[in-house]
């Protein structure tokens, strides 16, 4: 996760307010497949996972998603973590698609590199976005080759939208809809960082998960028991760090590298003038880390993409997707992707 972002001219901005949540339907009717896939890298394996109706093996291209985490976090808190209203994951398989999730290198149940089993400051950073890209298209491929179709969905998270956004615009023609949730723009500050990799306790998360909600409303929007259920699913996926005293997540700083190489100087890491797929920018007001008026100077450089839409949540953060509003990222997203939209690009 980072730092500071975006809103722009001719956008569509949908302002949704508080809901309550349906009650979600139950996962026994879902398949639910977890696989390691070889990253291009040698000795790289990617964990995936998918889940998809029970007793359906076959989708259409514009049925199938990709998800992707972004700095800090592994995706399967992001986007499996059973909290009031269902798993998102599942919101979307219930819908009838084939919905993945892929952890880049260094991050949850993926191979971490061998210098995160080292004191940080004895390597260089690992894992950024370029290698990032590199695992993404690994996923993707997979994907491909085993639904037999040439074009999918993707959906990034934070940093995650650069190394979707990225793949996108490398490879336009294998991607139908890009989703960019919290999406990450030019000026965002480099935090202070040393060697391959940072490690995060309870304590130290709490104030950025949280960072822009309204104190007097902390514990209503993001409630306590809450929280900790998704931090204890983040040191589920991360033994090493959670055998520390005190308990951590090990992320890797390959991200805090590009932050001051490319971001915080004014470079992107890829062309948004690239991208030629129907895009999606989504992002709470409350957002602090990237913050509007970065979505909205992203959304005026996808001059290319066959459609542009910008979508402006109330009452939500940077973490929307484990609040109380969560539902209505969840629902907006499905929205967009069940729309029916023009061939992608050839």
Known sequence: MLNKLLIAPSLCIALVGCASSPKPRGASDLTTETFMVPSVDPGIELHVRNKHPAGQTSFAAERILLMVHGATFPSETGFDLDLPGGSWMEHVAHAGFDVYFVDVRGYGRSTRPAAMSQPPENNPPVADTREAVRDVSAAVEFILK??????????????????????????PAKVRKLVLYAPVWLGAPPPPYKGAYRTATRESVRPFATRGIPKERLEEINPTEWYDKWWAANLATDTVGASRNPPVVRAPNGVLKDLGEYWAVDKSTYDPAKIQAATLLIVGEWDAITPPDMAQELFKRLTAAGERRLVLLSEGSHLMSVEKNRMHLIREVQNFLEEPSAEPPR
Not at 146 to 153: A, E, F, M, T, Y
């Open 146 to 171: 085993r639904r037999s179709v040439s074009s999918i969905n993707l959906l990034g998270w934070s940093w995650g939208t650069t190394t979707m956004a990225g793949y996108a615009a490398e490879y």
